[in-house]
């Protein structure tokens, strides 16, 4: 299991950001005028790394060249190697390996399920939650990554099938980031938050 301090900085990129010199691009077109978003290369580069017609079938069975294709593009690279802060870890523990198969499917249907979300481009978070860092990896943080990396039109809710395939592919994110989670859930004691912590270090002065 990933160890982190507390806190951890926050994450200083962008969906669009690229790093291409070392390999990491962004999939994600710029828009045209009154043209919907072309598929394809990278967006500064041009490299042309992704079989989409492999990503977007959705097979499950084919998962390792989904998520080895996610890790060209550098917002989701970074959630595939990020630590985890404190609280995703100590959550991850309470909840165990098992809470995961129903807290995945949930956290899919809540923040992408629909196609009217009040926060649509920003209903994921990027840390305290395993399932946060899950979401961002496997482009399943809002419908706009979901519609370019996977095919699922952003203008309709997702499909039971849709819903199932995410959730696999988040739950095989936590399995490969916490091989060795717990089935079951642990005790963990919470961390106090700022102001306990300030109001204990003026009492031990």
């Known amino acids: 299991m990933d160890d982190d301090d507390d806190v951890l900085k926050p994450l200083a990129i962008r969906c669009t950001d690229t790093d291409c010199e070392n390999g990491l691009h962004c999939f994600l077109q710029k828009k045209l ?19 989409w017609d492999r990503v977007r079938r959705r097979d499950i069975r084919d998962v390792q060249y989904t998520f080895d294709a996610l890790k060209h593009e550098l917002i989701r690279h970074a959630f ?10 100590n959550h991850a523990k ?13 956290r899919i249907r809540s923040s992408v399920g629909s196609a009217k979300h009040p926060r649509q ?23 706009k990554c ?21 959730t696999q592919l988040v739950l095989l994110y936590v399995d490969q980031r916490l091989p060795d989670l717990n ?17 204990t270090s003026r009492k031990k002065r």
Do not use: M
Request: proline residues 10%; hydrophobic residues 30%.
């Open 33 to 51: 005028p009154k043209q919907p978003r072309p598929t394809g290369h990278c967006r500064d580069c041009g490299a042309g790394l992704v079989s």
């Open 80 to 89: 595939f190697h990020r630590r985890f802060d404190q609280h995703a870890i």
């Open 94 to 106: 309470r909840k165990g390996r098992l809470g995961f198969d129903a807290a995945a499917e949930a």
């Open 121 to 143: 481009g920003r209903q994921t978070p990027y840390d305290k939650n395993v399932l946060h860092y899950a979401q961002h990896a496997v482009a399943a943080c809002c419908r």
């Open 146 to 166: 979901i519609e370019y990396w996977h095919g699922v039109p952003p203008d309709r809710d997702l499909s039971e099938e849709e819903i199932k395939y995410l």
């Open 183 to 199: 089935p079951n859930p642990q005790k963990v004691p919470r961390i106090p938050n700022q102001w306990a912590r300030k109001a």
